[in-house]
């Protein structure tokens, strides 16, 4: 069988697994994950395994570095939000032991 240059050269463009692509894009493979999780590279999943393609992460990276960046790629920061509450506002603290009612003799 005969391996068209269409074929070949799909083969040479894919990079599989967070390792490979971190290692083209220069990052660490944790950070690429998390890249890939916020959708900030164009990335996608075959099974379990992470796919992309070098043309379209070199084109991410050139609009980025031409100063285009696209602006769904440009998030807010966003403040951290506690779900607790301050710790005078949480029942049974800062008060101190709660009274205790003696037995009746």
Same mark, same amino acid.
């Given at each position: 069988?005969?391996?068209?240059? +269409? !074929?070949?050269?799909?083969?040479? +463009?894919?990079?599989?697994?967070? &390792?490979? @692509?971190? +290692?083209?894009? #220069? ?8 890249? /890939?999780?916020? /959708?900030?590279? %164009? ?5 379990? @395994?992470?796919?992309?393609? &070098?043309?379209?992460?070199? !084109? ?5 570095? #031409?100063? =285009? /960046?696209? $602006?769904?790629?440009?998030? %807010?920061?966003? %403040?951290? @939000?506690?779900?607790?509450?301050? $710790?005078?506002?949480?029942? #049974?603290?800062? =008060? ?10």
């Amino acid at each position: 069988m005969e391996v068209t240059t +269409d !074929e070949s050269s799909l083969a040479n +463009d894919i990079l599989r697994g967070a &390792k490979a @692509i971190a +290692d083209f894009i #220069g990052e660490t493979e944790k950070r690429t994950r998390y890249l /890939a999780e916020r /959708a900030v590279i %164009p990335v996608g999943k075959e099974g379990g @395994i992470l796919i992309a393609s &070098k043309r379209r992460l070199r !084109e991410r990276y050139e609009r980025l570095t #031409g100063g =285009q /960046a696209e $602006a769904a790629q440009q998030y %807010p920061p966003h %403040p951290h @939000i506690s779900r607790r509450r301050p $710790a005078n506002m949480r029942p #049974g603290r800062g =008060q101190g032991r709660p009274e205790t009612v003696e037995p009746a003799v």
